[in-house]
């Protein structure tokens, strides 16, 4: 598909406009209709498997027969939520192009929002407002019999302008009767808000595993994602190698190479083996003591929770394998509660004024205890690490004394542009357009992005499920990109996975 095509869907003909996107799942383009000036989006799917593909377009035919969009509507608009749901689909059979035209809107993805900081510019009382259309949104397809079956932060855009929610890359929803039947185009998940029963014992995606990603949604949105999930504590945290999702926790936990404590909520009562009390604390290293700032602001927020939402995320996490976890419609309820507390009698008889949300209270000084020493881990938001008496951390090439590395002797290119990876690899730029790949450069991560010829440089678009740093040459953060998310490249800017403690330098 290319910009000022004509297509064709159903009886209507579209004219290209521009790409908006693409991800792991396909690429997304604004159109319009040629008669009536509609703006819309297409979806073309990318799947390769020749399996998962049939049952992608049978489980598009599905949703758009039973006219979803329809169902879902008229509900969702009084509670500010719209389904972007497949209207019809889409089939080339010049380009053999196959995908799905839907509503066009407007927004940005609950990603973006905290990538940019606007999460955690927000209150209390606006991020539950915002997660309780959430909650609803998933609450309205569980209750006609349907699965999201991919509940992550890329998923959910949020409008400010309208104050609406829309739930986007619907194409995966599926009904339990198929899920059942082996109909639908199964998923597992998306990183960590894969469910640990899909992860450990290969259980399909349900309801269940549904309500596990929506609270893991819920938790890190309301923590502001200061940890990449309900179990990055003390013991997640020293798994090698570093794990990127829960399927990786799996496979570390069978082969023993993380601490089994992990399976223990950051916040659980009963246990602190894998509590955040003393990760990356009292460290000398500048990175670990910025982590530790995240930290402590995780646990800032988790002290001001209502006790209400807390007593529903410790049902949630507190045994990870519990599938009888709270129901959407228990979020929405108890965040109405939390939102609209029952005043006294003789109070709703003096004043009508609406209560002002309390102010959170200073966070408490933490108990001094006793902490190992750590430092020559580096922390960040999502990067395990193995305690160093454990193992012999992975050292790129040049030494790393203390908290200060040595820089690595890098082979300079013949000529243009570069990749310089962590070992003094380099990979030419031979196209316009070029996938970086993670194993080339030493780095697990296979597929980090793309790099764009631009008029006046090179963009870098993150194909991470999993956060990217982007760091200028001095190494301050940039930006931090999820996938779809784009920057242009200066010089010497270096990119890092967050989970990974590796990166690589551009240079051009």
Aim: net charge positive.
């Amino acid at each position: 598909m290319q910009v000022n095509d004509k297509i064709k869907i159903g009886n209507d003909t579209y004219i290209v406009l521009s790409q908006c996107g693409e991800g792991g799942q396909g690429s997304v383009w604004k159109v319009k209709n040629s008669v009536t000036d509609e703006i819309c989006v297409v979806k073309i799917l990318s799947e390769k498997n020749p399996d998962r593909r049939k049952n992608k377009i049978n489980n598009i035919n599905r949703i758009t027969n039973e006219k979803l969009d329809k169902k879902l509507g008229s509900v969702g608009e009084q509670y500010g939520i719209n389904h972007v749901i497949p209207i019809a689909k889409y089939n080339n059979p010049a380009s053999s192009e196959i995908g799905y035209i839907m509503e066009y809107i407007s927004g940005k993805t609950l990603s973006r929002m905290l990538a940019d900081g606007t999460v955690s510019g927000m209150s209390l009382e606006q991020k539950l407002k915002l997660l309780s259309k959430v909650a609803r949104a998933v609450d309205m397809l569980h209750t006609i019999g349907y699965c999201y079956t991919d509940i992550s932060f890329g998923n959910f855009m949020y409008d400010e302008n309208t104050d609406t929610v829309a739930m986007i890359d619907c194409e995966n929803i599926s009904s339990m009767k198929d899920i059942l039947n082996g109909k639908c185009a199964f998923l597992k998940g998306t990183g960590f808000f894969i469910a640990p029963e899909v992860a450990f014992y290969g259980k399909t995606t349900s309801y269940d595993t549904d309500r596990y990603a929506l609270a893991t949604l819920m938790f890190c949105f309301l923590t502001d994602y200061g940890i990449p999930s309900p179990y990055h504590g003390e013991a997640m945290y020293t798994a090698v190698p570093a794990c990127s999702d829960m399927i990786e926790v799996a496979e570390c936990d069978g082969e023993d190479e993380i601490d089994k404590n992990w399976r223990h909520f950051v916040f659980d009562k009963r246990d602190r083996s894998n509590s955040l009390d003393n990760l990356a604390k009292d460290c000398m290293n500048p990175e670990n003591q910025n982590f530790r700032k995240k930290v402590e602001r995780v646990m800032y927020l988790w002290d001001n929770l209502p006790e209400k939402l807390k007593e529903l995320f410790h049902k949630a996490f507190d045994n990870p394998f519990d599938v009888k976890r709270p129901i959407a419609s228990l979020w929405v309820r108890a965040i109405a509660d939390v939102l609209n507390p029952a005043k006294p009698a003789h109070a709703r008889a003096n004043t009508t004024k609406p209560q002002q949300p309390q102010q959170p209270k200073p966070p408490k000084q933490p108990q001094k205890l006793p902490v190992k020493s750590h430092d020559n881990i580096i922390y960040n938001a999502s990067a395990p690490a193995k305690p160093k008496n454990a193992y012999k951390p992975f050292v790129p090439a040049g030494q790393i004394k203390g908290d200060n590395p040595v820089a690595a002797p890098v082979k300079p290119a013949i000529s243009g542009p570069c990749l310089i990876g962590a070992e003094g690899k380099i990979v030419m730029i031979a196209d316009a357009v070029m996938n970086v790949n993670g194993d080339e450069l030493g780095l697990r991560q296979k597929e980090l992005g793309m790099i764009e010829k631009k008029a006046n440089g090179y963009t870098f678009t993150s194909k991470l499920q999993t956060a990217v740093e982007v760091k200028a040459p001095d190494g301050k953060i940039k930006t931090r990109l999820c996938k779809g998310q784009s920057i242009d490249l200066q010089s010497g800017d270096i990119i890092k996975p967050v989970i990974s403690t590796v990166s690589v330098t551009i240079k051009f």
